[in-house]
T-cell receptor
Framework: AQSVTQPDIHITVSEGASLELRCNYS??????LFWYVQSPGQGLQLLLK??????LVQGIKGFEAEFKRSQSSFNLRKPSVHWSDAAEYFC????????????FGTGTRLTIIP | GAVVSQHPSWVICKSGTSVKIECRSL??????MFWYRQFPKQSLMLMAT?????????EQGVEKDKFLINHASLTLSTLTVTSAHPEDSSFYIC?????????FGPGTRLTVL
């Protein structure tokens, strides 16, 4: 069965520092890949997605992610984090094309320190 | 655009009672909506796919008689937790599909005493 792994449960980063959140998937073909952010009291917000084409994807809020087929990875990056980036981040995949069901990773909680 | 609301945002109920949670797409129509459950510090688990005008499709292990889903219109899906028990306490999140993308509601915190 397909799965999504986010190895880091919790990451702490200083404000202004760079960030990389890891995501690996297990699936025979290339799935559709997503990164979502969940802030308290707000719904999950889509940061970016990859369907095909250029493997470096730009998203909102200054985030980007790179799809690496050889590593089955889709890591999220940001060159300089802001205090407002503190949230829970979820990687997700769609493997059953046609019904668009998302399979989520376990999430990474990001804490920003001054 | 693409705003999804949920009501209520939180609810506390007694064991044995039923609770209804509404999910609305405010500025678009959604043939398909999804219902998720999220336990503390855990990921979202898909409970069911709700299709307007037809029966919901439940994921394996989800009791369809426990979690009743109705998608009566293109902007409203409801989840009713019947005869709720403390183990049903959780965070319930819905999403609505538009242009192959899911837009999520803010979630409903259910606490069953």
């Amino acid at each position: 069965a397909q799965s999504v792994t986010q190895p880091d449960i919790h990451i702490t980063v200083s404000e202004g520092a760079s960030l990389e959140l890891r995501c690996n998937y297990s699936y025979g073909a290339t799935p559709y890949l997503f990164w979502y952010v969940q802030s308290p009291g707000q719904g999950l917000q889509l940061l970016l997605k990859y369907f095909s084409g250029d493997t470096l994807v730009q998203g909102i809020k200054g985030f980007e992610a790179e799809f690496k087929r050889s590593q089955s990875s889709f890591n999220l990056r940001k060159p300089s984090v802001h205090w407002s980036d503190a949230a829970e981040y979820f990687c997700a995949v769609v493997t059953n094309f046609g019904n668009e069901k998302l399979t989520f990773g376990t999430g990474t909680r990001l804490t920003i320190i001054p | 655009g693409a705003v999804v609301s949920q009501h209520p945002s939180w609810v506390i109920c007694k064991s044995g009672t039923s609770v209804k949670i509404e999910c609305r797409s405010l500025d678009f129509q959604a043939t398909t909506m999804f219902w998720y459950r999220q336990f503390p510090k855990q990921s979202l688990m898909l409970m069911a796919t709700s299709n307007e005008g037809s029966k919901a499709t439940y994921e394996q292990g989800v009791e369809k008689d426990k979690f009743l889903i109705n998608h009566a219109s293109l902007t409203l899906s409801t989840l009713t937790v019947t005869s709720a028990h403390p183990e049903d306490s959780s965070f319930y999140i819905c999403s609505a599909m538009m242009d192959s993308q899911q837009f999520f509601g803010p979630g409903t915190r259910l606490t069953v005493l």
